[in-house]
């Protein structure tokens, strides 16, 4: 569409088969913006329609499949109202949707929907009458906004959100009480909601590649959290409430612009993973020779000139990168240990 006054020529019927807009060229109308939503409405459906057992069976029938668009249109909230009431999990990946159909919300006892690798822009505020939800994966699609009815998702325990267009986080997203796992890589997230503190159940949380610039100070109400990343970001410093992750065990801050550590990152007494690599560190702070846990460090390629001698209590480290710092001055037991 380059313009308001393009028309568009389609099929008047479509089959299953056709629906990857290779159109017939017999019988066919004209079409304009006018009807051209009524006409996306009806393809969506028929594109979700083909993926739920038993509909491409309805569809390829004699009487079925030659029907108008329109009235295969009206027939598929009849027959989702029947046939997808006791569904569990639908899968529709890939299948080049542009917009969830409402009709969505006539599958109430759904527990995973997997819409991955498709084209929506949004989503319509009847996802929020899934109540039932306990997985929802979007990744690789266009969202630049949730609806706030994810909000009414309670039992939402996993939310996959990679490679969106998400510029920030409704507030509602707090209301997800059972949330366990939320990746959101490569979007567009500059700052964090407040109420991201009461996910009380999250364990893991991925937040690569995006802007933020800083992290909310109830990020430390996260109790239960085991893995946080948060890779190349736009991160100069960390909230002190960093150390209340008291469960956490693997923290990536990789290719972001940290110039310190607060002293409270050696109140993460599980932590056994820390990367830190490609930051501005110029020194690191006593504390973190708390990190009893610690496995595996990476200071790779920051401004370090010189390493506490507390961190000769790493007595779990088993792998150190200092590359690529101008270092001056390395405890005795830190250089024999590790050979540097």
Request: charged share 20%; proline share 5%; net charge neutral.
């Amino acid at each position: 569409m380059q313009s308001l006054g393009k028309s568009f020529t389609l099929a008047r019927s479509l089959s299953p088969s056709e629906l990857e807009f290779k159109w017939i060229t017999e019988e066919k109308r004209y079409l304009t913006l006018t009807n051209y939503s009524t006409y996306l409405v009806n393809i969506n459906r028929l594109l979700m329609w083909k993926e739920i057992r038993g509909g491409k069976e309805f569809l390829d029938q004699e009487e079925i499949k030659y029907l108008p668009l329109a009235k295969k249109g009206k027939l598929f909230k009849s027959w989702i109202e029947s046939y997808g009431k006791d569904m569990t999990s639908l899968d529709l990946r890939g299948i080049g949707l542009t917009f969830l159909p409402f009709e969505i919300a006539q599958l109430p006892r759904l527990q995973a929907l997997h819409l991955n690798n498709n084209q929506l822009t949004s989503l319509p505020a009847e996802i929020g009458q899934l109540l039932q939800l306990q997985t929802l994966d979007l990744t690789d699609n266009h969202l630049s906004t949730l609806p706030s009815e994810i909000g009414q998702l309670s039992q939402l325990k996993r939310v996959d959100l990679d490679h969106n267009q998400l510029t920030f986080l409704p507030a509602e997203i707090r209301l997800l009480s059972q949330l366990q796992l939320l990746r959101l890589p490569k979007n567009q997230l500059a700052t964090l909601p407040i109420g991201i503190g009461q996910l009380l159940q999250l364990q893991e949380l991925d937040l690569k590649s995006n802007p933020l610039t800083a992290l909310p100070a109830e990020i430390g109400q996260l109790s239960n959290l085991k893995a946080l990343w948060l890779q190349s970001n736009h991160l100069t410093v960390l909230p002190a409430e960093i150390g209340y992750l008291s469960g956490l065990q693997e923290l990536d801050l990789c290719d972001n612009q940290i110039t310190t550590l607060p002293a409270e990152i050696g109140q993460l007494s599980q932590l056994e993973k820390l990367y830190l690599k490609n930051n501005q560190l110029t020194t690191l702070p006593a504390e973190i020779g708390r990190l009893s846990k610690l496995q595996d460090l990476d200071l790779n390629n920051n401004q370090i000139t010189s390493l506490p001698i507390e961190m000769k209590g790493l007595t779990a480290l088993k792998k150190l990168q200092v590359n690529e710092n101008p270092l001056q001055s390395i405890p005795d037991e830190i250089k024999r240990r590790f050979r540097l």
